[in-house]
């Protein structure tokens, strides 16, 4: 494997589900999986930095990573939002910002890059300016409170907030869910119940596409995959 992940922490910021950092100590094609998430990265490739706005992913995809990078990655809750750009114009696009040696440009103002240490301090930042904020009755659905969405325009305000529908969000954390459980050596057959499948070929059909290798192939670890940190398993259907 030639991405090295370095450091991963869970946050106590209302916007922020995680920050995370790694490096690269070769190059080569990586599977890039499904995220529900959009995030913050910092790039350092042969001295430059770059700042990207990582849009969720859909479907998983084949990424080239280049030998002798850094990233530092701000991964926002799953209803936090750019007002100004609506998650729905990130899904499945990396936006890259102007950037220049010291500072990047965002919404007509000069900000100086994040590190993994201010990582907080820079998103209270944003949230101060009004470029980040986060849908309540979003995060309310999210963490288990499905009434949240009853209300009428809830749908399109998740849809807004996250980019996805609350279904698609969920059967992505699924199909992460139980690739984990795979890659810690939980058999096949008792990933389809722990994660919720219906049966081996439900598992199968939503590997390929989200995660994209089989059940058995992600068991044997046989490619270097993006970031896939443990997580809680979604609430089933």
């Known amino acids: ?130 470029l980040i904020a986060r849908d309540a009755a979003v995060a309310a659905a999210l963490d288990g409170d499905e009434r949240a969405l009853s209300a009428r325009g809830a749908q399109r305000h998740f849809l807004f907030a996250t980019g996805m529908s609350h279904s698609a969000l969920k059967q992505i954390e699924r199909a992460r869910h139980a690739a984990n459980l795979l890659r810690s050596g939980v058999s096949i057959v008792d990933t389809v119940e722990e994660a919720g499948f219906f049966d081996q070929a439900h598992l199968s059909r939503s590997l390929r596409g989200l995660i994209g290798l089989t059940p058995a192939r992600i068991a044997r670890e046989e490619r270097q995959l993006s970031f896939l940190y443990k997580t809680q398993p979604p609430a089933r259907e």
């Not at 790694?22 to 995030?39: I, K, L, Q, R």
């Not at 890259?96 to 990582?119: I, K, V």
């Open 1 to 130: 494997m030639f991405i090295i992940f370095d450091d991963n922490r869970l946050s106590d910021s209302p916007f922020i589900e995680r920050v995370w950092r790694c490096h690269s100590e070769g190059s080569g094609m990586f599977v890039s999986v499904a995220t529900s998430h959009w995030d913050f990265v910092v790039t350092r490739l042969e001295g430059k930095l770059t700042v990207t706005l990582k849009g969720p992913e859909t479907k998983a995809s084949e990424v080239f990573c280049p030998a002798d990078g850094e990233w530092l990655g701000i991964r926002f809750k799953a209803g936090t939002f750019m007002p100004q750009v609506p998650v729905s114009r990130l899904i499945d696009v990396n936006r890259d910002l102007p950037s220049s040696t010291r500072t990047f440009r965002l919404d007509g103002g000069a900000w100086e890059y994040p590190t993994f240490d201010n990582a907080e301090a820079f998103v209270a930042r944003l949230a101060h300016a009004g």
